[in-house]
């Protein structure tokens, strides 16, 4: 959710928007008077009536004029070429539009006045003023959006207007603290939320600035974060004020602030058909789709709710063609898949009466294997949990730990974060999803766990869910815990061979395949919030305590040859912020307060620690 003037868009150079369609602007009242600019393509073959799509978004939408037409991703011009009337608007206090901006506008479940507003009730007045106003329509509406528009179309369809029929939210923030874009249970991602912070213009207006790139004066964003030592030294480097990251640091536990802005609390009274869109490798807002689908589903149970889950980056499907991600090929164009049969054909289901409705309300791709799967809801419901036990010597074993008293340790040092990915990189690259581990391996404050070659192919389909029992000798600590597929040591393809065309994130250094340590999924939790991510506790050094968190879910097979491993480690820099270890307020913390510490996971019959995996085929 990175907010930019561009929104992600990226545009082909095959299609002609302004041949096929004529712009037109608007400024469209709100019940409180308020009026929202609104652009219209309307498509010039006057002889058919269309249907609407609309995006609502915080990212100013211009270029700004009638004769000037926005570049289109390859998923809007899929929807251009089917025709049609297509809507994009700024939200309050942004671009052109009137009124003012609130980052992640809390719902008001309660509305009495018209001055009771919020994303719901501006996207009925829009679609309101559409039907009354532009002509050669059917009255019909869908709305969609990615990133943060995804959030919009998902609070636009709260208490539904009568004529939104399909909805598509595609990596919707939906929890900015537990897991989209600026926490992930707790734990601040530093490097996305300054590089947003530093693109972020608060204020609207004609013409909107434009951004000026910030210089961070390396190419090494490693060595950046490093060097700046706290989180208050960050903010010092910033432009001031900053609202996004004032607002977004000034918050550390998941407060009132947090909560109200947690849209997926809110999902009730929908009535159209809903398509979740999310990617495996979705940097940003992974567990946005995951749980927009499964609340969805949970509080409307007679609406048509369906997930789609690809190999993609944050909205590749629409600006890729989703074959490669660094080093692992996914052997297809799967995002031209996706565009071709999934999500034209469900608006053109639900807003013209053309086709026939898709069996199934999981459509998923499965990495290891590269296959499209159907599902009659996600996770599957013959995926059932195993654990994933950490033995002696190393090992990884779905046998429990028979020892009575038995431990790893290692010594993690703030100055010394683990990095990220094993190369030098200017910004965190998409890339690291999938990133090779075998640098990481290799460290001594990091555990390694790995199981023998695998007899059989091993299917993993659901939440990753580790469940450790802990020690510490600070008062509090991070533990990131990583899923990765290790490949044979006999296999010959070139990491960086096969087509090109990609999510443009480029390749890591040359290498082979041959032992490749994939990353499969990694998440963080913030030990502070072990019990409660509104209050925050203390560890007691040396004192065990139980530390459980679930990761965001995966489609995953792990091939007959292949090993799994787990990582276990307390830094992943700068993708995350160092925890000084101590019992702090980070935010404000010193380099004073920055610790060693020995971490220590126990592994004994008692507190067997390891990670529990939804498993669908042994």
């Not at 939906?174 to 991602?189: C, K």
């Not at 053309?354 to 999981?362: I, L, Y």
Request: aromatic share 12%; net charge negative.
């Amino acid at each position: 959710m990175l907010l930019s003037t561009t929104g992600g868009e990226q545009s082909p150079p095959t299609y002609d928007v302004r041949e096929h369609y004529t712009k037109f602007e608007f400024r469209v009242p709100m019940r409180d008077g308020v009026r929202l600019f609104t652009a219209v393509l309307v498509p010039k073959d006057a002889s058919l009536t269309y249907p609407f799509m609309l995006d609502r978004t915080p990212f100013n939408m211009g270029p700004y004029g009638p004769d000037e037409y926005v570049s289109v991703s390859l998923q809007t011009q899929a929807f251009l070429e089917a025709g049609y009337i297509w809507v994009r608007q700024d939200v309050r206090g942004r671009g052109l539009s009137e009124g003012e901006f609130t980052h992640v506008t809390p719902h008001r479940p309660d509305k009495r006045t018209a001055a009771d507003v919020d994303e719901s009730t501006d996207t009925f007045d829009t679609v309101e003023w559409l039907l009354q106003h532009i002509p050669n329509h059917n009255g019909r509406v869908g709305i969609w959006g990615v990133s943060y528009d995804g959030f919009f179309a998902v609070a636009g369809i709260i208490d539904t207007h009568p004529a939104i029929t399909a909805a598509s939210p595609q990596a919707p923030v939906a929890d900015l603290f537990l897991g989209d874009d600026w926490y992930h249970n707790g734990a601040f991602q530093l490097a996305k939320n300054f590089e947003g912070a530093t693109g972020f213009r608060p204020e609207a207006g004609a013409p909107p600035r434009a951004t000026v790139p910030f210089d961070y004066g390396t190419s090494d964003c490693y060595e950046f974060f490093l060097e700046l030592e706290t989180l208050a030294a960050a903010t010092a480097r910033l432009p001031a004020p900053n609202a996004m990251w004032d607002e977004t640091i000034a918050h550390p536990t998941y407060d009132a602030y947090w909560q109200s802005r947690a849209i997926w609390r809110h999902l009730k009274n929908i009535r159209c058909a809903v398509l979740t869109v999310g990617g495996w490798f979705d940097a940003e807002d992974l567990m946005g789709p995951l749980r927009v689908y499964r609340e969805i589903g949970a509080n409307n149970p007679d609406v048509d709710s369906s997930l789609v889950m690809g190999p993609w980056v944050h909205g590749g499907w629409g600006r890729h063609d989703g074959r490669r991600l660094g080093s692992v090929d996914f052997a297809a164009d799967t995002a031209a898949y996706y565009r071709e049969r999934v999500v034209v054909p469900f608006f053109e289901l639900h807003l013209k009466d053309r086709g026939d409705p898709s069996p199934g309300h999981a459509h998923v791709f499965e990495t290891g294997t590269n296959v499209w799967r159907r599902y009659p809801a996600w996770p599957p419901p013959e995926a059932k949990p195993q654990m994933l036990y950490f033995r002696q010597g190393g090992r990884l074993s779905f046998e429990s730990p028979t020892e009575s008293d038995a431990s790893d340790s290692w010594v993690s040092d703030p100055a010394k974060p683990v990095p990220v990915v094993g190369y030098t990189a200017a910004t965190i690259p998409d890339e690291y999803m999938v990133s090779d581990q075998r640098f990481a391996a290799s460290r001594p404050d990091v555990l390694v766990y790995v199981t023998e070659p695998l007899d059989d192919d091993l299917t993993v389909a659901g939440p990753v869910s580790p469940r450790l029992f802990v020690s510490t000798s600070g008062t509090d600590s991070d533990w990131v815990v990583k899923l990765i597929d290790v490949y044979p040591p006999d296999r010959s393809e070139p990491a960086d061979g096969g087509p090109g065309g990609g999510n443009d994130v480029g390749p890591p250094p040359a290498a082979t395949l041959a032992g490749y340590q994939q990353l499969v999924r990694g998440w963080p939790l913030r030990g502070k919030f072990r019990k409660s991510f509104e209050q925050p506790e203390p560890f007691e050094p040396g004192i065990v305590d139980a530390v459980s968190f679930t990761m965001p879910d995966v489609n995953h097979v792990f091939r007959r040859g292949h090993r799994v491993m787990v990582q276990v480690q307390s830094t992943w820099f700068p993708l995350m912020d160092r925890n000084p270890q101590t019992f702090v307020n980070i935010p404000t913390a010193t380099p004073e307060d920055y610790r060693p510490a020995t971490q220590r996971v126990i592994r004994s019959q008692r507190q067997p620690s390891g990670v529990e995996l939804h498993v669908l085929r042994p």
